[in-house]
Nanobody, 114 residues
Framework: VQLQASGGGLVQTGGSLRLSCLFS????????VGWYRQSPTKQRELVAS???????IYADFVKGRFTISRDNIKKTVYLQMNSLKSEDTAVYYC?????????WGQGTQVTVSS
């Protein structure tokens, strides 16, 4: 199974981006999936997660700004990011929970400029 995150880019403070995470190499849609992020000054942290039944959990620092969703037919998990802040700048990764697929994908860079 492979994971491919995409959709990152450069955006101004207050802007929006939508990230996509495509799962390939499996007949089945993944179970619980999480979006993570890592910046040069922080360890990787969980941003949001979604179960196969679409139950969601968000980190406090993105509640009300980010929305995670999924399309099981397309085997894709999305992260809609609104009201972006400079502290959201990081490489964003997706992976399964609780047993992440190794190796992790390359992620997608999100840069928020002030």
């Amino acid at each position: 199974v492979q994971l491919q995150a995409s959709g990152g880019g450069l955006v101004q403070t207050g802007g929006s981006l939508r990230l996509s995470c495509l799962f390939s190499g499996s007949r089945f849609s993944p179970g619980t999936v999480g979006w993570y992020r890592q910046s040069p000054t922080k360890q990787r942290e969980l941003v949001a997660s979604i179960t196969s039944g679409r139950n969601t959990i968000y980190a406090d620092f993105v509640k009300g700004r980010f929305t995670i969703s999924r399309d099981n037919i397309k085997k894709t998990v999305y992260l809609q990011m609104n009201s972006l802040k400079s502290e959201d700048t990081a490489v964003y990764y997706c992976n399964t929970i609780p047993n992440p697929i190794e190796p992790w994908g390359q992620g997608t860079q999100v840069t928020v400029s002030s």
